[in-house]
DNA sequence: GCCCGTCATGCATGCGTATTCATGTTTGCG
DNA sequence: CGCAAACATGAATACGCATGCATGACGGGC
C-alpha cells in the first residue's frame, strides 16, 4: 500500500504500462486515437496504481474546469432547495461539478463571485441576491457565462431565466376575485428583488383594474421566509389588530405557509373560509394535506433546462448571450385554499 | 476592455508594476516577505487589469486546493439541508470552497468519490448512504481524509461523527413510557443505515425492557422521506386495518411530520389524544405550531465542528485519523406530540 | 510491388503559480 | 562606522497533463 499522500500521475502509469506520458493521457481522453489494445495495457496498470487523472492538472491546459458554481441565498425557501437538487443531478449527469456557495439572503453576491473567479469556474448560475453590474462584466470579460435565476437585474447584461412573475400575480389576483375577494393582502419579499415586485405589481395591477382601492389592499414585509411571515402576520392582525382581509397573498409559498399556520393555530382564523390564502412557486410542501395550497407553478424543470441552455457550456467558444431574459409563463394551481365556488357575501370590512 | 476569454496572468501584473512575477505572487501569497510599497503597487497594477489569482494553478504546485467535497442524498430531508447550509457557512468563512454532490438515496456513493479524487478535495464530507472500504481505503491512501455524517460504517476505517442514536431511540421508548403507552409503532428508514437501525434498537430495547411484547410493536418502513412515511401510515392502519398503537417513533422528524398529517387530514385520528407520536433530530420545521413535534435535538452545530475538526484541513502533514466514532449525546426535546400528564388509562388494542 | 495516406506513438513544450536559491540591499548593534 | 544578519527581489524550476509536431508502421490502391 502506497503510503499518505501519495498519488501517482501519468508518469508513473506510463512507466508500468510501457508507453509514454502522452499515450496516457490519450487513453483517458477518450477522444484521441489510440490502439484498443494499449489502451487496456494502460488501464490496466492505471488500476493497480489507483490512478486517477488529475482534473486540476488538465484544467490548466485546457482551459476548461467542468465546475459549475451555484451561488445561493436562503436555503430556508425549499424552492431553492430543489433548484440545487435539479441543477446536482443536471450537472452530475454532464459529468461536471457544482461548486456551492451561500450568501446571506440581502448579501451582495459579489464577494462569492470573487471567489469562484479564482477556480476558473466555466459557468454560474446565481440564485441569490444582488449582482453587481460590474462583477457581470468582470465574469463576461473573462469568458465565464453567467445566468441569473428567478430574477433579473435591471440594466445588467446578464442573462436570466424566471418564472413570468408579474403574469402570475395577476393570476393570484383573479382567483381571488372570482372567489368573491374584495380586500387583500400581500405578504412581501425581498424589496430589493425584482421576483417579489413583479409578483406584487401584477397582483396590484389586476385588483385596481377590478376597481379594488387601494385602501382596501395592504403589503406586509414578510422576510422571504416562513418564520419572517408567520410574525408578520400575527403582528399585523393580532397585535396592530388590522381588520382581515378576504384574501391574503404570500410571495412565496414558504411565507403563504407561514401565514397559513399563524392565522389558524395563533389566532383561530379558517382558512379558506374566514380567509382566502395563495402562494407562489408550488414547492411540495405547500401540496401537503395541511396546505393544499393555491398556488402559481414555476417550471422549475424548464426553468433549469433553459438556463443550461443559456451558459452552453458544451461550447465555449460561443459567445456569451447577454441580456436575455425569456419569461416562462407559471400556471395556476387551484387547491384547497381558495374557496372554489364563490362564497357568500363576505363581511364588510371595519 | 478586454475582449472575451482573457483573462491576464500573474506576469501581465508583473509587467505592469514593473516587478517579477515570483513577487506578484508573494503579493497574494500574504505570508511571503514582501515591502508594503511594491505590495500596493502590484495590488495596484492588479487591479487595473482584473487580475485574479488563479487557484488551479496554485493548487498544482501547492497541492492544497482548498476545496471539501459533501455528499448529500436525500435533500428531501431538511436535516441535511440545514447540514448543507453549515458546513457551508462555516467552509466558506475559512476560505473554502464547497464542491456538492448529491445522490440518490439507497446508492453508493463510489461513483461521486471517484470523481472527486480527480479534483484533489482537501477533505470529503460523506452525508448520505453507504461507501465501499475499497473507497475509503483509496481516499486515506492519497492523503484525503473522510468524515462520515451522521452515520458510521462498521468495519471501515473512515472516520464520523453523529449523534447518540441509540441513547435518542432510549430516550423517545422513556418518554412514550412515561405518558402511559403499553403499545408502538416505528416508522424506520434505511435498513442499510446505521442510523436507523440504531434508533429503532435503542428504543426496541427500552420497550423490551419494560416488559412490553414484541406483539405490541410493529414497524413500518417509511423510505426516510415525507411522502413514504405518509403512504406507509395509510397503508398500515387505513388499509390493512392494523389497530392503532398507543404511540408512533417516526426515525426521523420529517417522517414523523408525514404520519402525523396523514393521520389527522387523512384518517382523522388526533396527535397527540389518539396517538402520540415523536420524532428525531430536531428539524425547524418540526417546532413549527402545527406539529410541536416532541423529539431528539441532534447538536448540528457541535457535530458540525466535530467533523470539521476530524478532518484538520489546516494541518495536512497530521496523519488522518482513522476509525473515530464519537458519538455525541442528543436531547429530548418535550413538545405537544407526546401528552404530558399521564393520560386516562388508554383503550385495549384489538 | 511501390507510393502515399492514415494512424499510433513519442518528444517536447506550455498552462499559471509557488518556491528554492542566489544576489543585492537594508537594518541593527557594538 | 563597520560587519553580520535579516530581508526584499529576481531567475529558474517544478507541479501533472494536453497537444502540436515528428516519426515510424501499416495498409490500400494502382
Not at 101 to 124: C, M, N, R, W
Not at 189 to 215: A, H, Y
Not at 326 to 342: D, S
Amino acid at each position: 500500500m502506497a503510503r499518505q499522500g501519495s498519488r501517482s500521475t501519468s508518469f508513473d502509469v506510463a512507466a508500468l504500462a510501457g508507453v509514454s506520458q502522452a499515450s496516457v493521457s490519450r487513453a483517458f481522453s477518450g477522444s484521441a486515437s489510440i490502439t484498443e489494445e494499449t489502451r487496456q495495457r494502460i488501464l490496466e496498470a492505471a488500476r493497480k496504481l489507483n490512478y486517477v487523472p488529475n482534473s486540476i492538472a488538465s484544467s490548466l491546459t485546457t482551459k476548461r474546469t467542468n465546475i459549475v458554481a451555484l451561488i445561493l441565498g436562503n436555503l430556508g425557501n425549499p424552492f431553492y432547495v430543489h433548484v440545487l437538487h435539479r441543477f446536482s443531478q443536471k450537472l452530475q449527469a454532464q459529468g461536471r461539478q457544482v461548486l456551492t456557495f451561500t450568501v446571506d439572503p440581502g448579501a451582495e453576491s459579489d464577494e462569492a463571485i470573487l471567489h469562484l473567479l479564482k477556480y476558473q469556474v466555466d459557468g454560474v448560475i446565481l440564485a441569490a441576491a444582488q449582482l453587481s453590474t460590474r462583477m457581470t462584466s468582470i465574469c463576461h470579460d473573462r469568458g465565464i457565462p453567467i445566468v441569473l435565476f428567478n430574477r433579473y437585474i435591471p440594466g445588467s447584461d446578464a442573462s436570466g431565466v424566471r418564472c413570468d412573475n408579474a403574469a402570475g400575480g395577476r393570476l393570484i389576483a383573479e382567483a381571488f376575485l372570482r372567489a368573491g375577494a374584495r380586500s387583500f393582502a400581500m405578504i412581501t419579499g425581498d424589496p430589493k428583488g425584482t421576483t417579489s415586485q413583479d409578483r406584487v405589481r401584477g397582483f396590484v395591477e389586476r385588483l385596481l383594474e377590478e376597481g379594488i382601492r387601494r385602501s382596501d389592499l395592504i403589503a406586509i414585509p414578510g422576510l422571504s421566509s416562513y418564520e419572517g411571515a408567520a410574525e408578520a402576520t400575527y403582528e399585523t392582525f393580532a397585535e396592530r389588530k388590522l381588520p382581515l382581509p378576504d384574501a391574503l397573498f404570500g410571495i412565496n409559498d414558504i411565507m403563504a405557509m407561514g401565514a397559513i399556520d399563524t392565522l389558524r393555530y395563533r389566532m383561530g382564523v379558517r382558512v379558506p373560509e374566514d380567509l382566502m390564502v395563495a402562494g407562489f412557486d408550488d414547492i411540495p410542501e405547500g401540496r401537503r394535506l395541511p396546505y393544499q395550497l393555491t398556488t402559481v407553478q414555476q417550471p422549475i424543470e424548464a426553468m433549469v433546462d433553459e438556463a443550461l441552455d443559456i451558459l452552453h457550456l458544451d461550447d465555449p467558444s460561443r459567445p456569451i448571450e447577454r441580456g436575455i431574459d425569456r419569461p416562462i409563463a407559471g400556471q395556476l394551481i387551484m387547491r384547497a385554499t381558495i374557496a372554489q365556488p364563490p362564497p357568500r357575501p363576505r363581511r364588510a370590512r371595519r
